[in-house]
Nanobody, 124 residues
Framework: QVQLVESGGGLVQAGGSLRLSCAAS????????MGWFRQAPGKEREFVAA????????EYVNSVKGRFTISRDNAKNTVYLQMNSLKPEDTAVYYC?????????????????WGQGTQVTVSS
């Protein structure tokens, strides 16, 4: 089991930046693929980014490529999402998730553990 706690959300103007953090506790953090998802009001949960256990492989949804960066520090049991050039359409609750497999996945159902989410609001 692993417990995940997100932080770093908030209100920011369009064009601004935020860095989300997700702290993990429990089983060895480095054995999990980590992902970030988001859910806007009235919409389904959407894949944002994922990173392999060692951090050498990443995937992003097209809409955030070049603006968002996922990273992890296995020594600190933390995964990050650096979000730059934010747009109003990035407004959502952002969730981190852990997958107890070695393959990355863009499917929410493939992830075993979830945080409680952190709100990101981008004003125009």
């Amino acid at each position: 089991q692993v417990q995940l706690v997100e932080s770093g959300g908030g209100l920011v103007q369009a064009g601004g930046s935020l860095r989300l953090s997700c702290a993990a506790s429990g089983r060895t953090f480095s054995t999990y693929v980590m992902g970030w998802f988001r859910q806007a009001p009235g919409k389904e949960r959407e894949f944002v980014a994922a990173m392999s256990r060692s951090g050498d492989v990443t995937e992003y949804v097209n809409s955030v490529k070049g603006r968002f960066t996922i990273s992890r520090d296995n020594a600190k049991n933390t995964v990050y999402l650096q979000m730059n050039s934010l747009k109003p359409e990035d407004t959502a609750v952002y969730y981190c998730a852990a997958r107890d497999q070695w393959l990355l996945s863009r499917s929410a159902t493939a992830y075993d553990y979830w945080g409680q989410g952190t709100q990101v609001t981008v004003s125009s």
